[in-house]
């Protein structure tokens, strides 16, 4: 881990430097990406393979190799950019390492908030403020879905009909107990810690879910898409995360209703 955060500093200098002034152009699919993205993966990409010369890294901006055998890093330099372009501090750098196929180790580093939640298999999940000292962390106790708190990133609802997951999500808004548009990685670090019951996104991609995976699971809670799939994990393009697989399953059905 200590390389890891060693890299994640790096790419702090990058990102917080460019706060309250980044500029965004739009990429092919119609997300928003600024230089600051770019430059900090590049960053993350050389301290990787300083210390790991022989491991792929796979990541947002630059592509690259996502390997099913052996090891295999994936990065996201700015997962919430949409935020980070209003100058919101809901953003974060997400770091996570697959072992055939398999993530094993996550990082969920919230840069603008000085906290970071991160978890290897078997070992915990642990939750690290600056200047602090790690702790661990766990989800809530459960609660039926008409009760639960639950993190959303968006509702766009009529722009999204046309998309699998994009519906779903807008039904599933109106029966959540209390609803949080706490954004991108940020609800599932609050997930992790309890503060949220569930964390829902119905648009998500590898780099996006590979680091979720070990703090969810090693806090105690479960993991899957909107279909209620848990494998491959990787290859799903929603995610529900939930402190226990009950409320797991009540948000899938609420959500094909």
């Given at each position: 881990m200590t390389a890891v955060f060693a890299a994640l500093r790096e790419s702090d200098a990058i990102i917080l430097k460019s706060l309250h002034r980044a500029q965004a152009d739009l990429k092919a699919d119609g997300s928003e990406v600024t230089r600051a993205d770019r430059n900090a993966e590049r960053i993350l990409r050389a301290c990787l393979r300083?210390?790991?010369p022989g491991d792929p890294v796979f990541g947002e901006e630059f592509g690259g190799y996502l390997a099913g055998r052996g090891r295999c890093w994936l990065v996201d330099p700015i997962d919430g950019t949409a935020s980070y372009v209003l100058g919101l501090p809901m953003f974060g750098t997400l770091v996570s390492l697959l072992i055939d196929g398999v993530p094993v180790l996550g990082v969920i580093h919230l840069p603008a908030l000085?906290?970071?939640?991160?978890?290897?298999?078997?070992?915990?999940?642990?939750?690290?403020?600056?200047?602090?000292?790690?702790?661990?962390?766990?989800?809530?106790?459960?609660?039926?879905?008409?009760?639960?708190?639950?993190?959303?990133?968006?509702?766009?609802?009529?722009?999204?009909?046309?998309?699998?997951?994009?519906?779903?999500?807008?039904?599933?808004?109106?029966?959540?107990g209390r609803l949080r548009m706490a954004g991108d990685c940020v609800q599932y670090a609050l997930l992790c810690r309890g503060a949220l019951d569930a964390a829902v996104d119905p648009f998500m991609k590898p780099w996006d879910i590979a680091a979720l995976v070990p703090c969810v699971t090693e806090a105690g809670g479960v993991i899957g898409d909107l279909a209620g799939a848990t494998v491959p994990i990787l290859s799903r393009s929603s995610i529900v995360a939930a402190n226990c697989a009950r409320l797991q399953r009540e948000i899938v059905r609420a959500a094909r209703r």
């Open positions: 300083t210390v790991w000085g906290e970071t939640t991160y978890a290897a298999i078997g070992h915990g999940c642990w939750l690290l403020r600056a200047g602090g000292r790690p702790k661990r962390v766990r989800v809530s106790a459960a609660q039926p879905l008409a009760r639960a708190k639950v993190g959303m990133t968006s509702v766009k609802e009529h722009a999204w009909y046309g998309e699998p997951g994009g519906l779903e999500v807008a039904r599933l808004a109106r029966k959540v």
